[in-house]
């Protein structure tokens, strides 16, 4: 098993992470698909809880339970259930859309433990022995914050939910942030929006009222 671990915490996942409230997240569609590239027997599963949810509850908030499998050797992660702030959700406030996200976000973990991409949730820039890792000269370069940062697609896809879910059109929103995209809105941008989500919605129904 040492293999596996070697040969998957050796690639460097850095082109495939998004930054969102600092912290990093990796593509799970891009891990998995390097996972089945060198293992194909390799699977993944998803617990359910006794009544067949695909997420567990002890009434106040949920979480979800996945295993990844490769070469035998099973590997489980936990992970709450969240919003975009990384904050528990309320069993009530719960939906579908959040449960699928956790699973995805959790496999990515489970994945992590078998070597791909542990080095990021360690808080490291670089896998071990990356020939590729070279020192590169900052000076001059502003640093981007991670307000100043774009959401990136992923968590434009989340957001643009939540937003439908409220009655909102995303397209209002860009409109309104004058950008192309949610996943161009930075995190600043993005708290404002959450934050004055009625306020939003309710000048959204005046304006169409007006036409």
Known sequence: MADVFNTLNAINVNDRTEKKNGLTYLSWAWAWGEVKKRYPDAFYTIYENENHWNYHTDGHTCWVKTGVTIEGLELIEYLPVMDFKNRSIPLDSVTSFDVNKAIQRSLTKAIARHGLGLYIYAGEDLPEDDPDATDKPTKGKRKITVSDAPLGEE?????????????????????????????DMTEKQMENAMAHLEDIKKKMETEKGNK
């Open 155 to 183: 968590f434009g896809m989340e957001i643009a939910a939540t937003f439908m879910e409220n009655g909102i059109e995303p397209k209002y929103v860009c409109k309104l942030y004058g950008v192309k995209s949610l996943a």
